[in-house]
C-alpha cells in the first residue's frame, strides 16, 4: 500500500497525521507513505525527524480581507497544484490523506482530479476554510468531533474521532514520569500548559494564584513557555516557587503523552489534539479557549466537552488567580464530581480513532 498525507502549519494538523501513520505501520507493515508539506511548516522539521520521506510545495493562506496579496496567493495556489500532480503522478499513491492547513489544499485537489482517492480529516468542530473546500472533492471526510459535520456533505462524512486518541490511550507504562519532575506520584497531580509556546493570560493568571496553590495537599506541575519562563517578569516569581514541594515550573514538557497519563487533571487551551488526548485517558479538565483562532473554533470545542459535563469551561477574558483556585478545589476536592466528570470524558474519547480512520481508509480503497 502506497499514501500519500499532508498537513501542516500547526501541530494541530502534524500530530494526527503522524500518530495515523505510526498506526498504520503497525496493521500494514509494508506500507510507504510520502507526506508533503512546506518548506516553512513546523512540518518541515518534525517529519523528517519521524523518518518518514517528505517533499515540500509551496503555498500560503489567503488574506480575510481584500488584499492585493491574494492575487499571489492565488497564482501560488495554481502553481502548486501543479507540482503537487507531479509527486503525486511520481508516487503513485493508493490514497491521499489531508489533515488540514493550507497545504493540504492543492495535494488533496491534485489528487481528487488525478482521480486517487481521497481522505479529508478535519480535527475541530469547525472546519477551516481548506476542509470546507476540500470537501466538495474528496472521497470521504472523517471528522473528529460530530459537531462539525454540519459543515459538510452529509453522504461522505464519517466521525472517526483524533488518531492521537489512540496513540495515548495504547500507552501502557509512564514509568514514574511525575518522579522526573521532582513530584511525587502519590498525590493528586493538575497539569497546567498553555499550548507550545505558553500563553500570557494563563501565565498571569497562575502567578496570582501561586501563593495559594502553595499550601494545598495537590500539587501542581505548569509549563509556561519558554518565552515566559525567562522573561523577567515571571522569572524570580517561578524561581521562587519552584523551591516549593508541591509546584514544580518548567519552560516546555517534552514527554507530554506520558505525563497526562500520571496526571489526575489538566487546566489548558482547548486545541483539538489537547482534547482527543484528554478523552482519550478519560481526564477532567479545565479549558480555557484562546480568542485568537480562526472561527474562535477553540470555544466550540472546549462548549462541545463542557455541554458533556467532561470539562469546566472559562472564558480567556474571566481567568484569573482565584478562578483558577476555585476550579481546580471544586475537582480535586471532589471526589464524586471528580468522578463524574471523568466517566464523562471517557464517554467522550475515542480511543480507537486510527482503526475507524484505516477501516475508512479501507472502504475508500474497496470503493465502498
Same mark, same amino acid.
Request: hydrophobic share 40%; proline share 5%; glycine share 8%.
Given at each position: 500500500?502506497?499514501?500519500?498525507?499532508?498537513?501542516?502549519?500547526?501541530?494541530?494538523?502534524?500530530?494526527?497525521?503522524?500518530?495515523?501513520?505510526?498506526?498504520?505501520?503497525?496493521?500494514?507493515?509494508?506500507?510507504?507513505?510520502?507526506?508533503?508539506?512546506?518548506?516553512?511548516?513546523?512540518?518541515?522539521?518534525?517529519?523528517?525527524?519521524?523518518?518518514?520521506?517528505?517533499?515540500?510545495?509551496?503555498?500560503?493562506?489567503?488574506?480575510?480581507?481584500?488584499?492585493?496579496?491574494?492575487?499571489?496567493?492565488?497564482?501560488?495556489?495554481?502553481?502548486?497544484?501543479?507540482?503537487?500532480?507531479?509527486?503525486?503522478?511520481?508516487?503513485?499513491?493508493?490514497?491521499?490523506?489531508?489533515?488540514?492547513?493550507?497545504?493540504?489544499?492543492?495535494?488533496?485537489?491534485?489528487?481528487?482530479?488525478?482521480?486517487?482517492?481521497?481522505?479529508?480529516?478535519?480535527?475541530?468542530?469547525?472546519?477551516?476554510?481548506?476542509?470546507?473546500?476540500? %470537501? #466538495?472533492? $474528496?472521497?470521504?471526510?472523517?471528522? @473528529?468531533?460530530? /459537531? +462539525?459535520?454540519?459543515?459538510?456533505?452529509? !453522504?461522505?462524512?464519517?466521525?472517526?474521532?483524533?488518531?492521537?486518541?489512540?496513540?495515548?490511550?495504547?500507552?501502557?507504562?509512564?514509568?514514574?514520569?511525575?518522579?522526573?519532575?521532582?513530584?511525587?506520584?502519590?498525590?493528586?497531580?493538575?497539569?497546567?500548559?498553555?499550548? %507550545? #509556546?505558553? $500563553?500570557?493570560?494563563?501565565?498571569? @493568571?497562575?502567578? /496570582? +494564584?501561586?501563593?495559594?496553590?502553595?499550601? !494545598?495537599?495537590?500539587?501542581?506541575?505548569?509549563?509556561?513557555?519558554?518565552?515566559?519562563?525567562?522573561?523577567?517578569?515571571?522569572?524570580?516569581?517561578?524561581?521562587?516557587?519552584?523551591?516549593?514541594?508541591?509546584?514544580?515550573?518548567?519552560?516546555?514538557?517534552?514527554?507530554?503523552?506520558?505525563?497526562?497519563?500520571?496526571?489526575?487533571?489538566?487546566?489548558?487551551? +482547548?486545541?483539538?489534539?489537547?482534547?482527543?488526548?484528554?478523552?482519550?485517558?478519560?481526564?477532567?479538565?479545565?479549558?480555557?479557549?484562546?480568542?485568537?483562532?480562526?472561527?474562535?473554533?477553540?470555544?466550540?470545542?472546549?462548549?462541545?466537552?463542557?455541554?458533556?459535563?467532561?470539562?469546566?469551561?472559562?472564558?480567556?477574558?474571566?481567568?484569573?488567580?482565584?478562578?483558577?483556585?476555585?476550579?481546580?478545589?471544586?475537582?480535586?476536592?471532589?471526589?464524586?464530581?471528580?468522578?463524574?466528570?471523568?466517566?464523562?470524558?471517557?464517554?467522550?474519547?475515542?480511543?480507537?480513532?486510527?482503526?475507524?480512520?484505516?477501516?475508512?481508509?479501507?472502504?475508500?480503497?474497496?470503493?465502498?
Amino acid at each position: 500500500m502506497k499514501i500519500i498525507v499532508s498537513g501542516g502549519g500547526t501541530g494541530g494538523h502534524i500530530y494526527p497525521a503522524l500518530s495515523f501513520i505510526n498506526y498504520l505501520k503497525t496493521v500494514e507493515p509494508d506500507v510507504s507513505v510520502l507526506y508533503i508539506g512546506t518548506q516553512k511548516g513546523l512540518e518541515s522539521k518534525i517529519v523528517p525527524e519521524n523518518g518518514i520521506d517528505f517533499k515540500t510545495i509551496d503555498i500560503q493562506g489567503f488574506k480575510r480581507s481584500l488584499s492585493p496579496e491574494n492575487v499571489r496567493t492565488v497564482y501560488k495556489f495554481l502553481k502548486s497544484v501543479s507540482d503537487a500532480k507531479k509527486i503525486i503522478k511520481d508516487f503513485k499513491p493508493d490514497v491521499v490523506i489531508g489533515t488540514g492547513g493550507y497545504v493540504a489544499g492543492p495535494v488533496i485537489y491534485a489528487a481528487a482530479k488525478l482521480k486517487i482517492p481521497t481522505i479529508v480529516h478535519e480535527q475541530n468542530s469547525i472546519p477551516g476554510v481548506t476542509n470546507k473546500f476540500l %470537501s #466538495r472533492y $474528496a472521497t470521504r471526510v472523517a471528522l @473528529a468531533f460530530q /459537531e +462539525a459535520g454540519s459543515f459538510f456533505p452529509s !453522504k461522505k462524512t464519517v466521525f472517526t474521532g483524533n488518531p492521537r486518541a489512540q496513540e495515548v490511550a495504547d500507552l501502557t507504562d509512564s514509568s514514574n514520569v511525575l518522579g522526573q519532575y521532582g513530584l511525587r506520584t502519590d498525590k493528586k497531580t493538575i497539569v497546567i500548559f498553555g499550548g %507550545s #509556546r505558553g $500563553a500570557l493570560k494563563i501565565n498571569t @493568571a497562575v502567578v /496570582e +494564584a501561586l501563593p495559594e496553590l502553595a499550601k !494545598k495537599d495537590y500539587q501542581i506541575l505548569y509549563a509556561s513557555g519558554e518565552i515566559y519562563y525567562n522573561d523577567p517578569e515571571f522569572s524570580d516569581i517561578f524561581t521562587a516557587f519552584n523551591r516549593k514541594e508541591n509546584i514544580k515550573i518548567v519552560p516546555y514538557i517534552n514527554n507530554m503523552v506520558e505525563v497526562l497519563n500520571d496526571a489526575n487533571l489538566i487546566l489548558s487551551r +482547548a486545541g483539538a489534539t489537547t482534547l482527543a488526548e484528554i478523552t482519550a485517558l478519560g481526564l477532567p479538565s479545565i479549558l480555557v479557549p484562546s480568542p485568537y483562532v480562526t472561527a474562535d473554533h477553540q470555544t466550540k470545542n472546549a462548549e462541545a466537552l463542557e455541554n458533556a459535563g467532561a470539562a469546566i469551561m472559562i472564558k480567556n477574558a474571566e481567568l484569573t488567580g482565584k478562578r483558577v483556585v476555585g476550579a481546580i478545589d471544586s475537582l480535586l476536592l471532589d471526589d464524586v464530581r471528580y468522578r463524574q466528570m471523568a466517566e464523562s470524558a471517557v464517554r467522550e474519547g475515542v480511543p480507537d480513532a486510527s482503526n475507524r480512520l484505516y477501516r475508512v481508509l479501507k472502504d475508500v480503497l474497496n470503493g465502498r
